[in-house]
Structures are given as C-alpha cells and as structure tokens.
C-alpha cells in the first residue's frame, strides 16, 4: 500500500480585499485532511488586514510585518521578497496561493517562482486593457499570470482573457468568485452596526448612497469630478443620503473634505471593518465606487453599481447589467446616479440582473482541484 504525505500548501496575502476573498479558501484548506496547510501575511495592510483576520478567525503562521508609513511599490516588493523567502525555505511547500492583483501578489508569485514552487492564482484572468488602470494592479495580474500553474479564473470571460494570451487550458479552472463565498459569511439581516450613525440611519426611506472612491489613477482631477457629481445629485434630491468610508491615504481625504464638507446628507466616516462594511452594502441603495471588488460583492447582494472608472477588469457585470461604467466626468456621473435615484423601472432592471460572479462555491472548487492534482502528481512521483 502506497502511503502518501499531506500536500503542502501556503496561502500568502497582504491587504484587506486579498484576506477577504482569501479567508474561505483557509477555512476549507484547514479543514481537508489531505493538506497541511499555512498561512503567511506580508502586512502589506496592516490595521484593515488585522480587521479581517479577526472576523474570519484566522491566525496567521507567518507574519512579514512589511507595513511602513508612504511606502513605494518598490520598498513593498523587496521587503515581501524578502521575508517570503524565507518562509518558503523553512516551510517547503508544494503550492503557493495568491489571490488578486496587489502588490504582495506579484512579490509571492515570483518569489514562488525562483524556488521552483507551484503557484496557483485565484480570481485569475482578470484584465482592463489598459496596463496602467488599474495601477499598478493590471501589470500585478498579468506578471503573476506568466509564471502560474493553475489559473483560478472566477468567470468563463476571464478564462477566455487568458486562452487569447497564449495560456494552457488544461491549467484554467472556472470556479467563481471566492468573494461571493465571504459574503454569505458575514451578512445578516439581523446585523446591527457598533456605530450610531449607521445604526440609526433611514435605510427604507432614505435612498443611501454608498460612496468609496481611493484609486490611484482617479486622484487629482477625476476624484474632484466623482465628489463634485455627488454633491450635486445629493443638492437636487432630498431623499438621497451618502455614506463615504473615507480612505486612509491623505490626498483622497483633502479632495473630499474640500467638496463634500458641509453636507448634511454626505456622512464622511473612517474606513469600516469588513463585517459592517458588507452589511452596509446590504442596506444601501446603490454603490458609486472605483473599487474592483465592490463590483461583484454589490450585485450579489442586489445591489446596482456605478463604476467611476474609464474602464473596468470585471465587464461580466457590465454585461450582465448589474453594474455599468459611468467614467470619469462630472455630468455623466451626476446623469447616472440621478437616473437611478428618480427611474425606478432603470433601478429594477439593475437590482434584479442576474448575478454573474459565482454561487457561493468557488472556495470548496479550488480546494477539490488542488487535492485532485497535485494529490495525482505526488502519487506518480511515489511510483516513479
């Protein structure tokens, strides 16, 4: 009888939205009996991936500690090369995981890829067209992409991304997206908010408006046209209130107060954990957002989304009419949002649009194929 040893695998994440959608993977990587599993964190986030951590109770093994305050994109990648190598010499794993587009995602890929690990890349095949929006996260994705062996495509229109850019099929799997599985974690009908703003706020005569805008490329300009948008759809219609969890970088802070302050419907809060971030999506009216993953988590929620982007890495949504891109100028923004706020028969076609980012499964597909594959690969280097 061939025995044969655990597989051994590392997850590797640093921010906020890596831990989210990185968070059921654990669980079911934790709970097979055909892995060892460990869990590293570069802190390339510190607080917002320590919110995340503690309400999916997830102890990391490995934890780089890279945060500094105004770091570079290049202090990031040396230091989370670094101290990931090492990890990976003293836990010698079959499999790396990453998840995403960030920074550390890149710095895991590749220093997977020099010691001649496995890598396997979930929500892979995501892409804009344009390599500098988003940035630096559109060059993340398609770096990690090259060195992978197993592409984790969330949906059948990113595994198609990937077969016209010359990659295996036999290495693409659709699985749908693991966020889809984080929500159905943490949202409840019975959530009430540690905050009295939001505890107390009209959700069933209010039309909220749930407002997050940090990307890089939208500072300056652009972002002064998304606030400016807001203010004004929030002057023309009394019913219409905001809620803006601000961003931490202080150049999106200066722009917001400059336009948004004085409001007495616009709520400028600190950025909220997880948790009753997804239940305040839940509450809201639509999402007016830059962010990538408030694209799929809004609509499984039945939730329109308004994109202020010129264009988007997750189009399914576009397509499927649960979100739509309203770019990057003033008029058009207020255009967008205002027909959503007074058209209830164009807010109905984008709340009840089928949701095209996955079941809730996507954690428990990775896991199968990891133990199906390289499970396969080490009993035939037993037999060899």
Known sequence: MIVLRKIKVLTIFGTRPEAIKMAPIVKKLDENQCIEHKVCVTAQHREMLDQVLRIFNITPDYDLNIFEPGQTLTQITIRAMEGLERVIIDFNPDLILVQGDTTTVFAGALTSFYHKVKIGHVEAGLRSGNLYSPYPEEANRKLTGVITDFHFAPTEKNKQNLLREGYDEEKIYVTGNTVIDALLYVVSEDYRFNDELLDNLDYKNKKIILLTSHRRENLGRPMENIFSAVRDVVLKNEDVEVVFPIHLNPKVREIAHRILDGLDRVHIIEPLEYLPFANLIARSYLVVT?????????????????????????????????????????????????????????YKKMANAVNPYGDGKASDRIVDIIVKRLGTELKMQKLR
């Open 290 to 346: 830059d962010s990538g993953g408030i694209q799929e988590e809004a609509p499984s929620l039945g939730k329109p989304v308004l994109v202020v982007r010129k264009e988007t890495e997750r189009p399914e949504g576009i397509e499927a009419g649960t979100a739509k891109l309203a770019g990057i100028d003033r008029e058009n923004i207020f255009k967008e949002i205002d027909i959503l706020v007074n058209d209830v028969n164009e």
